[in-house]
Nanobody, 125 residues
Framework: QVQLVESGGGLVQVGDSLRLSCLASGRSFSSYAMAWFRQAPGKEREFVSA????????SYTDSVKGRFTISRDNAKNTLYLQMNTLNPEDTAVYYC??????????????????WGQGTQVTVSS
């Protein structure tokens, strides 16, 4: 069983930055592909970014490319999402997710076995 705990959300202004963190329990963190998803009010959960468990390959949805950076610190069992130049369309609850024993990235929420409770990001104009 893997437990994921997100932190770092908050209320910011347009153009500001935030860094989300996701602390994972367990001893196999480095072997898991990890991802960030987000869900805005009235919308479906959508893929934001993912990082592989081997080699650190990354993937981003088009709307965040060049603004968001995903990274991981396997020694700390922590996943990060650096978000720059935030805009109101980034307002959502952000969730981190882990693929159990699977280092390959998936862009589908169905590809992930464990989820955090979410952290709210609100970008005010």
């Amino acid at each position: 069983q893997v437990q994921l705990v997100e932190s770092g959300g908050g209320l910011v202004q347009v153009g500001d930055s935030l860094r989300l963190s996701c602390l994972a329990s367990g001893r196999s963190f480095s072997s898991y592909a990890m991802a960030w998803f987000r869900q805005a009010p009235g919308k479906e959960r959508e893929f934001v970014s993912a990082i592989s468990g081997i080699g650190g390959g990354t993937s981003y949805t088009d709307s965040v490319k060049g603004r968001f950076t995903i990274s991981r610190d396997n020694a700390k069992n922590t996943l990060y999402l650096q978000m720059n130049t935030l805009n109101p369309e980034d307002t959502a609850v952000y969730y981190c997710a882990a693929r159990r024993h699977q280092p390959i990235i998936s862009k589908s929420s169905a590809g992930y076995d464990y989820w955090g409770q979410g952290t709210q990001v609100t970008v005010s104009s």
